[in-house]
């Protein structure tokens, strides 16, 4: 059964740092990985999608990376705003299925 | 990225009555699921809404407790039945894309049971 794990759970850090947010999935055997971003009480917004063949994927100030065999993957967010604080959730799609497995989140505050 | 509109945002409901969900989709997608976020915890697959046949149900939801239906490529109802307060919990749609298989999401149903 695939486990997907993010650290930290939580992260606040200075405006303008840079950070980088750690996810770990157990069963290398994936389809694809993304990043969403999930503010409080809403949906969860897209950031970055990596099919298995890919090492990274870059959109602005983010950037993500793929290390399927070692069952890693990090976000890399860059010149942090407070606009960035929200919660980022990893999750994995094993080859063969339709089903999305999500971590359990990091939580991210960036403050002034 | 697809549009996704969900119906109501949130609701609070009475233990033992039942709630159904909308979900709009502003384009036509093959793959559709729904997924529930209890408090504090992530996302998890209730099921997938097929069109024209019965929803797949992930192991631990059954298909007397959310019905599902799927009557067009745009359109999917979800009904949380019989409810209880452990069914509070946010209901998110989600859409995928054919070209590249990115899942969008809905803004959710936030249901509360008392």
């Known amino acids: 059964k695939q486990e997907v794990t993010q650290i930290p759970a939580a992260l606040s850090v200075p405006e303008g740092e840079n950070l980088v947010l750690n996810c770990s999935f157990t069963d290398s055997a994936i389809y694809n990985l993304q990043w969403f971003r999930q503010d409080p009480g809403k949906g969860l917004t897209s950031l970055l999608l990596?099919?298995?063949?890919?090492r990274e994927q870059t959109s602005g100030r983010l950037n993500a990376s793929l290390d399927k065999s070692s069952g890693r993957s990090t976000l890399y967010i860059a010149a942090s705003q407070p606009g960035d604080s929200a919660t980022y959730l990893c999750a994995v799609k094993e080859g063969g299925g339709n089903k999305l497995t999500f971590g359990t989140g990091t939580q991210l505050k960036v403050e002034l | 990225s697809a549009v996704i509109s969900q119906k109501p945002s949130r609701d609070i409901c009475q233990r033992g009555t039942s709630l159904t969900i909308q979900c709009q989709v502003d384009?036509?997608?093959?793959?559709m699921f729904w997924y529930r976020q209890q408090p504090g915890q992530s996302l998890t697959l209730i099921a997938t809404?097929?069109?024209?046949?019965?929803?797949?149900?992930e192991s631990g939801f059954v298909i007397d407790k959310f019905p599902i239906s799927r009557p067009n490529l745009t359109f999917s109802t979800l009904t949380v039945s019989n409810m209880s307060p452990e069914d509070s919990s946010i209901y998110l749609c989600s859409v995928e894309r054919w070209a590249n298989n990115e899942q969008f999401f809905g803004p959710g149903t936030r249901l509360t049971v008392l």
């Open positions: 990596i099919q298995s063949s890919q």
């Open positions: 809404a097929n069109q024209g046949s019965e929803a797949t149900y």
């Open positions: 384009s036509q997608v093959t793959m």
